[in-house]
Each structure stands twice: as structure tokens, then as C-alpha cells.
């Protein structure tokens, strides 16, 4: 039954569970400015208390629009049951995986519930339910902020930042310092892919570029490089990746070797083996990359 209530007497506790989309809602707007809010907001009502859980983007339109009396149906008067009521029809609608995945972090940090209870519930498998809790574990609460606030692409966090993000050697703090570098410089989806694959896997005067600002900059070399590495064999680009690993690595040890600090006896005996097997290496390897580097630069 859809009832018409005044817009506030919301409770929007939930509100950061949705994502954001200043385009979407600026078209929004407009439809709302000529025809009204048609489609009605849901929620449950809870000890007197009316708790929205879909209808933030017409929410936050009507609020705009000084409109004070919405549409509104009631899922129930029982919190859980209302959420998960939302991720069960969400092949309907239009709730995506991240926000699945920030209701059932709700479920779990909020109402105490396990994954196994809210799987039974959502007649989902355990997998399921444990995947979208692992997507909210891997992100910080910067790039969560700007993810959700509709700042930075959720298809580029998705297939681009999350591949990143599982690789070992690269820290949360480096992922919020790429996207504070991108985010808000209006880039494509695909210019957001290039620059991530140059921030994290070239070289660190790419990667200071980047930060600096210097996108522009940034794209018109990793564009090049693209169009020079598309006729390349798959013999030429394993060569250029060796290259590229071996220059990223040089300049990370030339940075880090002088430290003066304490170290621990295993550690002084493995790095003492290791720099030895090199030392004995680099009259061969120094006279190899010269007369690689020679050879060509005469093609």
C-alpha cells in the first residue's frame, strides 16, 4: 500500500550505503521538477521511527525541489527483514554489488549477524555473501567516501583499482594516493585504466608525475607507449617488461640500500647471499645491457 508522508520524517542512517550519481540525479531532477516523484521511496517503520532504504537519489530531488510530501511504502517493521527483503529484489532493481556489499556489512557489523545467517536468508551460498564482505574489507575509507559519493567510477574501482589492490606489494595509502590524483579531472574510464596501470607498474617518474598533477603528461607517454608495444612480438614484450622491472627495482634499492637503521642477523645473511650471487653477475649483465642498449640504438 503506498502511502503520503512528509519527506521529513525519514531517518536516512542508510543513506551512505547507496551510491551517489550527480548525473543521474541531475536527469532525476528534472523528470521530478515535470511529472512529480511517480515512483514511491521504501523503508520499514521502526518504533515509531520511519527508516528509508531505496529512494535517496528521489529523496535528495524532492528535498531540492522544496517538495515536502512523498510517496512511501513500507517493507515491514522489521530492520534485517527489510534489508535483506532490498538484496533479495535487487536483480530487479537497480542495487549493485558494492551496494549489496555495504547493506551486508550492515547486517554483520550493525545487527551482529554471520555470513552463514545472512546466506540462509538470502538464499544465497556462503561464497556469495563472503565475496561482498571481502569488497568492503579491501577498500579504505577514502576511496569508499569517493566511490560512493559518485567522485571516482565504480566500474573503474571494480576491474581496474581492485586488481591492485589484491597484489601484496602495494599498499591502501598508495591506492588513495592514486585516486586523490584522479579523481575530479573529469577522465574516461579508459583514461583512468591507463594511468593506474603507469601509476602502478612504471616507473617512479611517471608514477611522481602523476601525483603532481601531470596527467595530461601521464597520457601522452602511456598512449605511445601503447601504440609502440602494440607491434611488438610476445618474445619483444616480455624483454621490455624485464627491462622495466629491473630499471623499477634498481631505483627502489639505490633508495633504500643507505639506510642506515638496525638489522637482524637473518636478515644480514640473506642479503649477503643475495648481493653476493649479484655482485658475481654484474660484469656479465653490465656488459650484456651495453651491448644490448648499443644494438638497439642503431635500428
Not at 77 to 96: F, H, T, Y
Not at 170 to 196: N, Y
Amino acid at each position: 500500500m503506498v502511502d503520503q508522508v512528509e519527506i521529513s520524517s525519514f531517518d536516512l542512517r542508510y543513506e551512505d550505503c547507496r551510491l551517489k550519481s550527480p548525473r543521474t540525479e541531475k536527469l532525476l531532477l528534472s523528470s521530478i521538477l515535470d511529472q512529480g516523484v511517480r515512483d514511491p521511496l521504501q523503508g520499514v517503520d521502526v518504533c515509531s521511527q520511519r527508516i528509508l532504504l531505496d529512494g535517496f537519489k528521489r529523496y535528495r530531488c524532492a528535498k531540492k525541489l522544496n517538495i515536502g510530501i512523498v510517496p512511501y511504502v513500507c517493507l515491514g517493521d522489521d530492520e534485517v527483514c527489510g534489508i535483506i527483503d532490498l538484496i533479495r529484489i535487487s536483480n530487479v532493481k537497480s542495487l549493485g554489488i558494492l551496494e549489496q556489499a555495504r547493506l551486508i556489512e550492515e547486517l554483520k557489523q550493525t545487527h551482529n549477524m554471520r555470513n552463514s545467517e545472512i546466506a540462509i536468508l538470502l538464499e544465497k551460498s556462503k561464497s556469495w555473501v563472503s565475496m561482498r564482505s571481502g569488497i568492503v574489507g579491501e577498500m579504505s575509507e577514502y576511496v569508499r567516501q569517493k566511490v560512493f559519493n559518485g567522485e571516482f567510477p565504480v566500474y573503474s574501482y571494480m576491474y581496474t583499482l581492485r586488481r591492485f589492490i589484491r597484489m601484496n606489494s602495494i599498499k591502501k595509502s598508495e591506492i588513495d594516493e592514486f585516486v586523490k590524483s584522479v579523481t575530479g579531472k573529469h577522465l574516461s574510464i579508459r583514461d583512468i585504466d591507463i594511468l593506474a596501470n603507469g601509476y602502478f607498474k612504471g616507473s617512479d617518474e611517471l608514477r611522481e608525475q602523476i601525483r603532481s598533477g601531470n596527467l595530461s603528461w601521464g597520457l601522452g607517454r602511456l598512449k605511445e607507449e601503447s601504440k609502440i608495444a602494440g607491434g611488438l612480438s610476445e618474445r619483444e614484450r616480455t624483454m621490455v617488461k624485464a627491462l622495466e622491472i629491473i630499471l623499477r627495482y634498481m631505483q627502489r634499492f639505490i633508495a633504500q640500500c643507505n639506510d642506515t637503521g638496525p638489522i637482524s642477523n637473518a636478515f644480514a645473511a640473506q642479503a649477503n647471499l643475495l648481493s653476493g650471487g649479484i655482485i658475481r653477475q654484474l660484469d656479465i649483465f653490465s656488459t650484456g645491457l651495453r651491448s644490448f642498449h648499443d644494438r638497439t640504438g642503431q635500428t
